[in-house]
């Protein structure tokens, strides 16, 4: 089925262990984006990426790295996890230009850090 | 800095009911708003956009509308059911258009049989 898949589905880290959060999608949309959504915040964007080869922080980057490997897969680093990295991460594309315009989320990825 | 709100942050109806969402942002020069829906331990699934020029979209039961000037968006949903129980989520897109939204909290939806 098209849309956007993340992997893991669920993480438990150690404080400063490190991982990478990895997403693709198939509909060949240009941007891509990594939220985290905590309780009582919403959600907050992290890194987007407006097309392959191009990455731009978010709201929220600090401790996070991203990397746009091609135009389908978008990959979230974690180099030193911290607790409060716990979170559940999104991954979403869109597709901005003409008049298709629809924002896909994956189903998430729930990251706990002890 | 864009910031947006909706109230109420949880809501609980009987079957049949017609209700309404609210979301408020602080900057009216927005690209576009959209509402989202997220079921429990889901990602989340777009139901409706606006684009600024725009004042409600519609689909199915639902309509969502925009009031660019005073900031505001509202989601109706008509003769709600327990399946649409989940959290209704809006966001703006800022106006120039990167797909960077910012959500609000959301407001949690029950709809009791």
């Known amino acids: 089925n098209a849309g956007v898949t993340q992997t893991p589905k669920f993480q438990v880290l150690k404080t400063g262990q490190s991982m990478t959060l990895q997403c693709a999608q198939d509909?060949?949309?240009?941007?891509m984006y990594w939220y985290r959504q905590d309780p009582g915040m919403g959600l907050r964007l992290i890194y987007y990426?407006?097309?392959?080869?191009?990455?731009d922080k978010g709201e929220v980057p600090n401790g996070y790295n991203v990397s746009r490997l091609n135009k389908r897969e978008f990959s979230l680093r974690l180099e030193s996890a911290a607790p409060s990295q716990t979170s559940v991460y999104f991954c979403?594309?869109?597709?901005?230009?003409?008049?298709?315009?629809?924002?896909?989320f994956g189903s998430g990825t729930r990251l706990t850090v002890v | 800095k864009q910031e947006v709100t909706q109230i109420p942050a949880a809501l609980s109806v009987p079957e049949g009911e017609n209700l309404v969402l609210n979301c408020s942002f602080t900057?009216?020069?927005?690209?576009?708003l959209q509402w989202f829906r997220q079921d429990p331990g889901k990602g989340l699934t777009s139901l409706l956009l606006?684009?600024?020029?725009?004042r409600e979209q519609t689909s199915g039961r639902l309509n969502a509308s925009l009031d660019k000037s005073s900031g505001r968006s509202t989601l109706y949903i008509a003769a709600s059911q327990p399946g649409d129980s989940a959290t209704y989520l809006c966001?703006?897109?800022?106006?120039?258009?990167?797909?960077?939204?910012?959500f609000g909290q959301g407001t949690t939806l029950q709809v009791k049989p």
């Open positions: 509909m060949n949309h240009n941007s």
């Open positions: 979403a594309s869109e597709n901005l230009q003409g008049n298709s315009y629809g924002y896909t």
């Open positions: 966001a703006v897109d800022g106006s120039s258009n990167t797909g960077k939204l910012i």
């Open positions: 606006i684009q600024s020029s725009q």
């Open positions: 990426s407006a097309s392959e080869g191009t990455t």
């Open positions: 900057d009216s020069a927005i690209y576009n």
